[in-house]
């Protein structure tokens, strides 16, 4: 079994075949065709702690903003499931505390701005395993917009739509949500990017949702996959 992100990292082949012009896309976003909702959070943030206060944040967020003690504890059991990860992490500094709980603001903010939504936002949006595919959970989901997020100091990335792309191939063999487009956020650099599906299909080059459907099932099947 492989999980969603190592599909969206390494089948190149799958990505280059049915996606071909989705580098070129990215860096059309990234010259500029993102919105922009905060500045770029402009606090020094040890590289050797970035993923811990970003995972912390994400979810602080999603226990409610109540209480960063136990969004710590989560995070750092979560980091520690990904392979190679560090296992034990010294406790937030406190202008760690402080990044986290901006960062969890400027992420429900663009969360809310992305889908028109404060009501109804689920997190760790679970998709159901399918072939070699095991199964997987997205950041979050509110009124049919299926987004990720990317606290980092870079831009827009093919792998981060790749991810996306995984969820939303993986739901169609289940159907068990209707998600009509995707969204890319980023609270440190305080932009997002946000495509309806079809739209993003057209302007990658991809095949139309069925035909993609197909190519992604006859990929994952039980007889292998082609990196």
Known sequence: ?????????????????????LKSYVRVINAGAYERVFDEYDASIEPSRASLISETAFCFLKNGE??????FRE?????????????????????EKASVVELARRTK????????DTDNITFDIEFAGCGALSR??????SNAVLSEVKSVDRGFRAVDFRQL???????????????????????????????NIERFLFDTCAPNILDLQGKFVSSIGFGGLSR
Not at 5 to 12: D, E, G, K, L, V
């Open 109 to 116: 903010i663009m969360v809310e701005a992305i889908s028109r």
């Open 1 to 21: 079994m492989i999980t969603a992100t190592q599909f969206a990292h390494n089948y190149s082949s799958f990505w280059l075949e049915n996606f071909p012009a």
């Open 75 to 95: 995070a750092t059991v979560r980091i520690g499931n990904l392979p190679g990860a560090e296992k034990t992490h010294t406790r937030l500094k406190e202008q």
């Open 66 to 71: 109540k209480s960063l003690p136990k969004a």
């Open 165 to 195: 792309m995984t969820y939303v191939l993986q739901n169609t063999t289940s159907k068990n949500y209707s998600i009509h487009s995707i969204a890319v956020i980023n609270p440190r650099s305080g932009i997002f990017y946000k495509e």
């Open 136 to 141: 997987s959970y997205g950041d979050i989901f």
